[in-house]
């Protein structure tokens, strides 16, 4: 089972971490869907040390077919992170805005590609604020990292692989909002439903302010939904955001194996010949 201690952080103790001879490297992936970017935020105020990461531009490919969050190049992400002084082997934190989502796509990406040591930081920027903790406008110039992308160390769900899980070789959770879910609305994607079969646990039911309850609440919230022992189990959102935040909790509640739909809802409606169901049930 995965412990809590690999996986996320108190701002404490992170602040001891970085008093030690060994800091962490602190990456500041703050990020929204729509208004002002991240970097803006990052300018105003950020952690001591920490380097501002592009979500979209250094941890995703360009939005298109394969989804509006895809998989990045493993060449330019590994620039991308020694840019940001990434080293093999060496500890990293990542952190948001508070809501988790953006850190835990972060946190997925590294350990997609292969680097293990990173956690995020539990609550994000609005809780090290509240602990009191000091914040700077300094750019640190970090020494480059040499970390090594080796994709594929977290298993990953293209569109078939999500269709089989769905239809019964195991289950597949959409995190989205229920309206969405059910085909009600949908604000940003050209369709609205779900994946024929998927299972709706919208992502407020088991994290709420980016902050995860204990695991055994994880692991009782996700049996309630059908996440069983020996059953493969799969997340999708919108782009592979939000349910970059939901395998992350699977892992809290001790399914590493959970396999994250990186295109999502974005890639599936991307061919029109997919099947999309609506209404509150999974649907055939």
Do not use: K
């Amino acid at each position: 089972m995965s412990g809590t201690e690999d996986l996320l952080v108190e701002p404490d103790r992170l602040a001891a971490e970085l008093d030690s001879a060994t800091p962490p490297t602190l990456l500041d992936v703050r990020w929204r869907l729509t208004g002002p970017p991240g970097r803006d935020d990052y300018a105003v105020g950020h952690l001591p040390g920490a380097v501002f990461v592009d979500l979209d531009t250094a941890l995703c490919g360009p939005p298109g077919h394969a989804g509006r969050h895809p998989l990045p190049d493993p060449g330019a992400l590994q620039a991308a992170l020694r840019a940001a002084g990434v080293r093999s082997g060496h500890p990293v934190v990542v952190y948001d805005g508070g809501d988790g989502m953006a850190a835990a796509r972060a946190w997925w990406t590294l350990r997609w590609a292969g680097h293990r040591p990173v956690r995020l930081l539990h609550g994000g920027y609005p809780a090290w604020l509240a602990a009191g903790l000091p914040t700077t406008t300094e750019v640190p110039r970090p020494a480059p990292g040499d970390v090594e992308v080796n994709p594929g160390a977290l298993p990953v769900l293209d569109a078939a692989a999500a269709a089989r899980l769905a239809a019964g070789e195991g289950l597949l959770l959409d995190v989205r909002a229920a309206a969405r879910y059910r085909g009600e609305t949908e604000p940003i994607d050209p369709v609205a439903g779900h994946v024929p079969g998927a299972v709706n646990l919208p992502a407020p039911e088991y994290v709420a302010d980016g902050r995860f309850p204990a695991a055994e609440v994880l692991r009782e919230r996700f049996a309630e939904a059908g996440v069983t022992e020996g059953t493969p189990v799969g997340a999708y959102c919108g782009s592979g955001v939000t349910a970059a935040q939901a395998v992350l909790a699977l892992h809290l509640a001790g399914r590493p194996d959970a396999a994250l739909y990186v295109g999502s809802w974005s890639n599936w409606v991307a061919d029109p010949d997919r099947p999309v169901a609506t209404g509150p049930t999974p649907g055939a």
